[in-house]
C-alpha cells in the first residue's frame, strides 16, 4: 500500500484530486475570514476556554490554558495567522507547490480548531491529509512540485554540503 501511494500514477491523480480538495476547503475559509469584514479569533477563543470547565470539558484543560495565556493576548496575531495560513495552506494545495509543508501546516491547523472543541470537517481533512503526507513527493506530481522539488532538493544538498566543508575546516 506504502509502495502503490508514493509510486504509482493513479494514486498520483487520486492524491492530486484530495489534495485539491482539501485545497478548496481551507482557501474558501480563509477567504471568507479575509473578506468577511475583519476576522476576531477573540470570541472562538474564549469559547474555547469557556467549554475547558465542567464535567465533559470539550477542551482539554492543557489547551485551555495555551488558548487563555498565549493566544488569547496575541488574539490579533492569531487572527492573522489563521486567516492567512488558510489562504496560503489553500493555494498551495490547489497549485501542488511544497505539497508535503502545506499538508503539514493545514494539519497543526485543523489539530488546533479540534482541540479548541470544533469537530466540524476538520477529522475529514486530517484524514485526507494523512494519504496525502504519507505519499510524499507523488502526491505533488501533477502540480507545481514536479518542478520546484528539484531546486529545493539541490538547493538543500548545497548547504549540506557547504556545512560539511566548514565543519572540515
Known amino acids: 500500500m506504502l509502495n502503490f501511494l508514493r ?3 493513479i494514486a498520483a491523480g487520486v492524491l492530486a484530486i484530495i489534495r485539491i480538495y482539501i485545497g478548496y476547503q481551507f482557501i474558501h ?11 476576531d479569533a477573540s470570541g472562538f477563543l474564549k469559547g474555547a476556554i ?5 464535567d465533559h470539558p470539550a477542551v482539554q484543560g492543557w489547551w485551555a490554558a495555551f488558548l487563555e ?8 496575531l492569531f487572527s492573522f495567522l489563521v486567516q492567512w495560513g488558510e489562504v496560503l495552506v489553500g493555494i498551495a494545495l490547489i497549485l501542488g507547490l511544497l505539497t508535503n509543508f502545506a499538508t503539514l ?4 491547523m485543523n489539530f488546533s480548531f479540534l482541540f479548541s472543541g470544533t469537530v466540524s470537517t476538520n477529522g475529514q481533512m486530517i484524514l485526507l491529509a494523512i494519504f496525502v503526507l504519507v505519499a510524499g513527493a507523488n502526491a505533488g506530481k501533477f502540480g507545481l512540485d514536479r518542478y520546484a522539488m528539484p531546486y529545493v532538493r539541490k538547493y538543500m544538498a548545497a548547504g549540506r554540503n557547504h556545512k560539511e566543508d566548514t565543519a572540515r575546516v
Open 69 to 76: 495565556h498565549v493566544a488569547l493576548p496575541n488574539a490579533e
Open 7 to 9: 509510486k504509482n500514477k
Open 50 to 54: 469557556a467549554s475547558s470547565t465542567g
Open 105 to 108: 501546516m493545514g494539519m497543526v
Open 29 to 39: 475559509a480563509g477567504y471568507e475570514k479575509l473578506t468577511g469584514g475583519g476576522f
